[in-house]
């Protein structure tokens, strides 16, 4: 009997984080994972387990896009998860330009190319488009205006991309998550609570993705808030 190819999934900044329990939980949802990410040294996922990681820093426009045309030559698409971040906070005029311009460039621009690049595929194959923002996307944030302001950005593309290309079967969800115990805040002079309730884990985040594959065909459920139950930060 031929073998039938597995669907697969790109999924950036899959070396750490929330990125990486997507990853291993699309792994164990039957699906062959492409990960991007810097370094992929602790991680445990392997090619037995149809996890295949690339490494590709999303900064790097033409390897970026090269990566993904030749995936998408030789798999079918049916995913985009678009995690990658990096975060930078305090006051604004403290940032330095090369600062702003790598969170536009991560956050933002990285996530537009990658879908303009996936798009044709993933409108023939009636995909998904996942975008990793956060809860910051909706409110102030002061001593992290610049930061919040690429996640505003990046839920209004995917609310904009929703609504162009639904007629053609492509899901596009957004995922706002809250604070998550994981490296983004390694450049803040806070952290995670010590709580257990007061952040998220990263296989939380994971989870709200396999509740949005388990959905039928025809109903989508566009936007995830993961919040949680109490909200406390810690100063380092």
């Given at each position: 009997?031929?073998?039938?190819?597995?669907?697969?999934?790109?999924v950036t900044g899959a070396s750490s984080g929330i990125g990486y329990a997507i990853s291993r939980k699309l792994?164990?949802?039957?699906?062959?994972?492409?990960?991007?990410?810097?370094?992929?040294?602790?991680?445990?996922?392997?090619?037995?387990?149809?996890?295949?990681?690339?490494?590709?820093?999303?900064?790097?426009?033409?390897?970026?896009?090269?990566?993904?045309?030749?995936?998408?030559?030789?798999?079918?698409?049916?995913?985009?998860?678009?995690?990658?971040?990096?975060?930078?906070?305090?006051?604004?005029?403290?940032?330095?330009?090369?600062?702003?311009?790598?969170?536009?460039?991560?956050?933002?621009?990285?996530?537009?190319?990658?879908?303009?690049?996936?798009?044709?595929?993933?409108?023939?194959?009636?995909?998904?488009?996942?975008?990793?923002?956060?809860?910051?996307?909706?409110?102030?944030?002061?001593?992290?205006?610049?930061?919040?302001?690429?996640?505003?950005?990046?839920?209004?593309?995917?609310?904009?991309?929703?609504?162009?290309?639904?007629?053609?079967?492509?899901?596009?969800?957004?995922?706002?998550?809250?604070?998550?115990?994981?490296?983004?805040?390694?450049?803040?002079?806070?952290?995670?609570?010590?709580?257990?309730?007061?952040?998220?884990?990263?296989?939380?985040?994971?989870?709200?993705?396999?509740?949005?594959?388990?959905?039928?065909?025809?109903?989508?459920?566009?936007?995830?808030?993961?919040?949680?139950?109490?909200?406390?930060?810690?100063?380092?």
């Amino acid at each position: 009997m031929e073998r039938v190819a597995k669907k697969a999934a790109i999924v950036t900044g899959a070396s750490s984080g929330i990125g990486y329990a997507i990853s291993r939980k699309l792994c164990e949802l039957g699906y062959q994972v492409f990960g991007l990410g810097r370094n992929f040294e602790k991680v445990q996922l392997r090619e037995e387990d149809d996890f295949h990681p690339i490494v590709c820093d999303v900064l790097d426009t033409d390897r970026l896009c090269d990566c993904v045309k030749q995936i998408a030559s030789m798999h079918q698409i049916h995913i985009l998860v678009n995690n990658a971040g990096v975060g930078y906070y305090g006051l604004h005029e403290e940032l330095s330009p090369g600062k702003i311009k790598e969170l536009v460039r991560t956050n933002l621009e990285a996530p537009m190319i990658l879908t303009q690049q996936l798009l044709r595929h993933l409108k023939k194959n009636r995909g998904y488009v996942i975008n990793i923002s956060s809860v910051t996307a909706t409110e102030s944030n002061p001593h992290g205006c610049a930061y919040g302001a690429t996640k505003a950005g990046l839920a209004s593309f995917s609310h904009s991309l929703f609504d162009e290309t639904r007629k053609y079967g492509v899901k596009v969800v957004t995922i706002f998550p809250d604070m998550t115990k994981t490296s983004l805040y390694r450049n803040a002079d806070f952290r995670e609570g010590d709580e257990a309730e007061s952040y998220l884990l990263p296989e939380e985040a994971a989870s709200a993705v396999e509740f949005v594959l388990s959905q039928r065909e025809g109903m989508i459920v566009s936007d995830i808030t993961l919040k949680p139950q109490i909200h406390r930060i810690k100063r380092k």
